[in-house]
């Protein structure tokens, strides 16, 4: 027997379903499968017997491009660590003090803003001295204290 007796009303339950269901949209915005979690666990409250239901859904979750995406690119992060030629040799990895950074457009300025944080000196190469002024105002607005 299962007290049910402390459980929140069943009106307070599905607000709190509504908000995490916005929520889920604002930071997840093209993934279906964050949504329907949430239908599952709600029709969890409502409804005792979901076995079959939560299996149905499991399974076109499962067989979702995104899950299919998820599962290539853990395989193909294992991959990467087992290089022949390279890993198998056990060569060890230079350090690296210094950094040059060719272009400062959005991506040379968020990786030299990355480099700088982490310590690294970091050498800006640009094709003029416009731009190369630009990408360094970039870097600063991230952090005003790095510069």
């Not at 007796?5 to 509504?18: H, M, Y």
């Not at 079959?52 to 991959?79: C, N, P």
């Not at 030629?85 to 991506?107: C, F, H, Q, S, Y």
């Amino acid at each position: 027997m299962m007290l049910t007796n402390k459980l929140e009303p069943l009106g307070k339950a599905r607000k709190i379903f509504k908000f995490a269901r916005t929520q889920a949209r604002k930071q997840a915005l093209n993934l279906e499968h964050p949504i329907v979690c949430i239908n599952v666990v709600e029709e969890g409250v409502v409804s005792v017997d979901l076995f079959w239901q939560k299996a149905e859904v499991f399974d076109l979750l499962a067989k979702s491009d995104t899950s299919k995406s998820l599962v290539h690119i853990f395989i193909a992060q294992r991959a990467t660590s087992k290089v022949p030629g390279v890993t198998d040799l056990g060569l060890m990895p230079r350090l690296v003090n210094k950094v040059a950074i060719l272009g400062e457009g959005l991506m040379g300025s968020g990786i030299a803003t990355a480099l700088i944080l982490s310590d690294y000196l970091v050498v800006l190469k640009e094709v003029n001295e416009k731009f190369l002024e630009a990408g360094i105002n970039r870097v600063r607005g991230g952090n005003k204290a790095m510069l």
